[in-house]
């Protein structure tokens, strides 16, 4: 499986001057916890709704300074036709919880650890199924008295 099969896209970006106040509007319309700061299609930081709280508002930040004040400029990537397992040994090493998907040098999505999560959670229903459907229609125990395997 690939990065591409599991990744939200695109991903929400501003540019480097888009103030904190806008980028935390953005993280709330889009239910995001991170921007992607694009300039020119080159991606040039990232930005957490943790990075506005402490790097922001906890150095005494105003609201209408940029997002490239708080920016993470140093970012952590996968490619977007990467394997899904290159994600997870990434996210694992990094301690990050987000991961900007590249196409090249341009950004095409983002891939969290909450979309791992569901892509977990979407296997592991898949394979639970078929056997919760047959524990549905047969329960266990022994059989009733109008089994047909009562008699045996």
């Given at each position: 499986?690939?990065?591409?099969?599991v990744m939200?896209?695109p991903?929400?970006?501003?540019?480097?001057?888009?103030s904190?106040?806008?980028?935390?509007?953005?993280?709330d319309?889009?239910?995001?916890?991170?921007?992607?700061?694009v300039?020119?299609g080159?991606l040039?930081?990232?930005?957490?709704?943790?990075?506005?709280?402490v790097?922001?508002?906890g150095?005494?930040?105003?609201?209408?300074?940029?997002?490239e004040?708080?920016?993470?400029s140093?970012v952590?990537?996968?490619?977007?036709?990467?394997?899904?397992?290159?994600?997870?040994?990434?996210?694992?090493r990094?301690?990050?919880r987000?991961?900007?998907?590249?196409d090249?040098?341009?950004?095409?999505?983002?891939l969290t650890?909450?979309?791992?999560l569901?892509?977990?959670?979407q296997?592991?229903?898949?394979?639970?199924?078929?056997?919760a459907?047959?524990?549905?229609?047969?329960p266990?125990?022994?059989p009733s008295?109008d089994?047909?395997?009562?008699g045996?």
């Amino acid at each position: 499986m690939k990065v591409s099969d599991v990744m939200s896209a695109p991903a929400v970006a501003v540019p480097p001057g888009t103030s904190l106040a806008e980028a935390a509007r953005q993280m709330d319309e889009c239910g995001v916890g991170s921007v992607v700061v694009v300039e020119g299609g080159a991606l040039r930081g990232i930005v957490t709704d943790r990075d506005l709280a402490v790097w922001g508002l906890g150095r005494g930040l105003d609201c209408g300074a940029r997002v490239e004040e708080v920016m993470s400029s140093q970012v952590i990537t996968v490619g977007v036709h990467d394997d899904i397992h290159v994600a997870y040994r990434t996210l694992r090493r990094s301690g990050v919880r987000r991961l900007p998907v590249l196409d090249g040098h341009r950004v095409v999505g983002m891939l969290t650890v909450d979309d791992l999560l569901l892509d977990i959670f979407q296997r592991v229903a898949d394979l639970l199924g078929p056997v919760a459907w047959s524990v549905l229609e047969e329960p266990p125990g022994p059989p009733s008295a109008d089994s047909p395997a009562h008699g045996l």
